[in-house]
């Protein structure tokens, strides 16, 4: 249980053997003021607080009985909510592998594919990047042949009747 702090009045304040200037005097008090109100207002705040932690406790203390008269609901809950846990990490799993995986395929490519095409340029293999640039040369030629070889067309006579 909290101890409640025993609330002291404030000190009597005694007389100076001295005469203070009235602008200190008025600080002094403005200050007094001031720190009065700060002290209300953490004993506001503390009580708020205790009270916040009394109700904490009281949510603890009825969770722990619940616990308590069936403990075997407590860990199928518990076991349960680890399951649907698990099935979450596995699809974060999942989709990670999958991400790093098409990352190291797309850097393997892009290493391989250029040492491979230029040993295939070394040992004189055509690739399939030059069989498609001559393949379509070779389709502009025949275009070209076809239109050379190509019949005049004559314009058609209408017969009249």
């Known amino acids: 249980m909290i101890k409640k702090a025993a609330r002291r009045a404030a ?3 005694k007389a100076l053997p001295f ?3 009235p602008q200190i005097d008025r600080a002094l008090k403005s200050a007094a003021n001031k720190v009065d109100a700060v002290r209300d207002e953490t004993r506001t705040v503390a009580a708020k607080v205790e009270k916040s932690v009394r109700t904490a406790a009281a949510n603890v203390r009825n969770a722990g009985e619940t616990i308590a008269k ?3 609901r407590f860990v199928e809950g518990v076991v349960r909510d680890a399951k649907s846990n698990i099935d979450t ?3 974060d799993v999942s989709r990670e592998a999958g991400r790093i995986a098409d ?5 393997v490519t892009a290493v391989v594919e250029p040492a491979l095409e230029s ?3 070394r040992l004189n293999v055509t690739t399939q990047k030059d069989l498609k640039s001559l393949v379509s040369k070779v389709d502009a030629l025949s275009r070209k042949m076809d239109q050379l070889h190509a019949p005049a067309r004559r314009p058609r006579t209408r017969k009249t009747a």
């Open 11 to 13: 000190p009597a304040r």
């Open 19 to 21: 005469d203070v200037p």
């Open 70 to 72: 069936d403990p075997k």
């Open 89 to 91: 990490v596995r699809a």
């Open 103 to 107: 990352e190291v395929s797309r850097r």
């Open 119 to 121: 040993a295939l340029h």
